[in-house]
């Protein structure tokens, strides 16, 4: 049984920021590799980053490398996401995601669990 719970979402304007949270239960949180997705209306859902197990290998969309950053504390059961210079592409619903290995993975299917989502929605 894993449960995710993200948290840090809002509404914010052009340029600005805001970090992201995602607390997850279990004690084998330190064994798989989590990661970031978001949907817009009317898209599909789209992977934004991941990190492996460890917290030593990142990797990033190039929608928004530059922009935003992704790290874990394994000791809190905590993943973040800052997000700097936000557009207003980047408005979508956010999900946090638990792996099946400790390796990065950018789709979909490599995750078993969801948390339900945090808006973002940035505006002009």
């Known amino acids: 049984q894993v449960q995710l719970a993200e948290s840090g979402g809002g509404l914010v304007q052009t340029g600005g920021s805001l970090r992201l949270s995602c607390a997850a239960s279990?004690?084998?949180?330190?064994?798989?590799?989590m990661g970031w997705f978001r949907q817009a209306p009317g898209k599909e859902r789209e992977f934004v980053a991941t990190?492996?197990?460890?917290?030593?290998?990142?990797d990033y969309a190039d929608s928004v490398k530059d922009r935003f950053t992704i790290s874990r504390d394994n000791a809190k059961n905590t993943m973040y996401l800052q997000m700097n210079v936000l557009k207003p592409e980047d408005t979508a619903l956010y999900y946090c995601?638990?792996?099946?290995?400790?390796?990065?993975?950018?789709?979909?299917?490599?995750?078993?669990?969801w948390g339900q989502g945090t808006q973002v929605t940035v505006t002009s």
């Open positions: 995601a638990l792996a099946n290995s400790g390796w990065l993975t950018t789709n979909p299917s490599g995750y078993s669990y």
């Open positions: 279990g004690r084998t949180f330190d064994n798989y590799a």
């Open positions: 990190i492996s197990s460890s917290g030593g290998a990142t």
